[in-house]
């Protein structure tokens, strides 16, 4: 029986080639999107046409109904969730003075809460079969923070601790919940920074350049994977270095 992963804001980025990745593992995968449609039909018809088992289906992480939809849905077409990878976020750059209160609200609203939404929603699921897997993408900046970055760095730091407090209280129940903290990846989320910014970061990463989106990827994989069953409550940051 192939094993079921939803992914998460899995229309570009780090979502997307994880996505590619768990379809060649055979998975079935679920590429969830919310605003870029194009983009994540596109993925999945070019990896349905390649023979895998793939949806692509719309929901905003920040909506619990539109997510409990996407579980209903899931179940509906492969009747079983193992893996839920919550990578959808969003960020922004700016003056923690000059902060709004809705952009404050709507980092929040993506980058944490939506993790509130997604994983309530897959859990008595995965509770009934005693079996599931849970894997939170956090940042760096979660764990140092980051200057003009606080609400991002604050919803990620948020991650963390959601991610420790439910795998304890959900181990018992054969569930794991493990974080990814990645460092500077080459992604859309980046397209902003100052080359000089991005420059400096790549100064400061000791194996001397930024992460790519599969090696992300393969840290998702290897903590779904069999070798991992005994990993929880962990953050695990591929960084280059950049933070030890
Ligand atoms: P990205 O290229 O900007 O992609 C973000 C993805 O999140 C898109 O697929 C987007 O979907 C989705 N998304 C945003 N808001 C959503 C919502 N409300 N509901 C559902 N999906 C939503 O970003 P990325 O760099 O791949 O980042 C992926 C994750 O890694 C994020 O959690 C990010 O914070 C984290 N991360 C990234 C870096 C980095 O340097 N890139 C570093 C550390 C951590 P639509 O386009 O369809 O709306």
């Known amino acids: 029986m ?3 992963v939803i992914i998460t804001g899995a229309s570009k980025g780090i979502g997307a080639d994880t996505a590619i990745l768990f379809a ?13 449609r194009e ?18 289906l719309k929901a905003n992480v920040a909506n619990r109904l539109e997510f409990d939809l996407l579980v209903k849905e899931t179940l509906y077409q492969f009747g079983h969730i193992d893996v839920l990878i919550n990578n959808a976020g ?22 944490l809460k939506g993790m509130f ?3 309530q929603a897959v859990l008595p699921h995965m509770i009934s079969r005693k079996s599931g897997t849970i894997i939170n993408l956090s940042s760096v900046w979660g764990i140092t923070g980051a200057a003009c970055e606080v609400a991002y760095s604050a919803a990620k730091a948020g991650v963390i601790g959601l991610t420790k407090a439910l795998a304890k209280e959900v ?3 054969g569930i794991t919940v493990n974080c990814i903290a990645p460092g500077v990846i080459d992604t859309n989320m980046n397209a902003n920074v100052e080359i000089e910014d991005l420059n400096a970061l790549v100064e400061s990463t000791p194996v001397g350049r930024i992460g790519t989106t599969f090696e ?7 903590l779904a994977s069999e070798g991992a069953e005994y990993i929880t409550g962990q953050v695990i940051s591929p960084n280059g270095g950049m933070v030890i």
């Open 216 to 222: 992300i990827a393969k840290t998702a994989l290897f």
């Open 24 to 36: 060649e593992q055979g998975y079935n995968v679920v590429i969830n999107y919310n605003t870029s």
């Open 39 to 56: 983009s994540a039909l596109l993925l999945q018809r070019s990896l349905a046409e390649s023979g895998h088992s793939v949806i692509a």
């Open 2 to 4: 192939n094993r079921t």
């Open 171 to 173: 181990g018992p129940s």
């Open 90 to 111: 969003i960020a922004q750059q700016g003056l923690f003075t000059e902060l709004s209160e809705y952009d404050w609200d709507k980092i929040m609203d993506v980058d």
């Open 117 to 119: 939404h997604t994983c």
